[in-house]
Nanobody, 114 residues
């Protein structure tokens, strides 16, 4: 049974930092490229960061230079370090594979106050 469990969200002031974690199970994590997605109220879910199975990374222009993703294949986890947060980063954040997404987890809420 596939499970994706995100954690680490919260309320932070503009300019602050948060570190999100995602624990994956039920599939072969190490051979999958993983991504961090977010969905703000009234908007579509968007990809903000991705990391290949070998550690290569991609970022949306809106977060480039502020967010960093990493993974630990031994622990089946992927993290998202978010610095210099802005109010427009407020959203529910999810992790999932980059292709053929698995069932979505509950996500973790990130709220950035101005």
């Amino acid at each position: 049974q596939v499970q994706l469990v995100e954690s680490g969200g919260g309320l932070v002031q503009s300019g602050g930092s948060l570190r999100l974690s995602c624990a994956a199970s039920g599939f072969i994590f190490s051979i999958n490229d993983m991504g961090w997605y977010r969905q703000a109220p009234g908007k579509q879910r968007e990809l903000v960061a991705g990391i290949t199975r070998r550690g290569g990374t991609i970022y949306a222009d809106s977060v480039k230079g502020r967010f960093t993703t990493s993974r630990d294949n031994a622990k089946n986890t992927v993290t998202l370090q978010m610095n210099s947060l802005k109010p427009e980063d407020t959203a529910v954040y999810y992790c999932n594979t980059l292709s053929a997404p698995r069932p979505w987890g509950q996500g973790t809420q990130v709220t950035v106050s101005s």
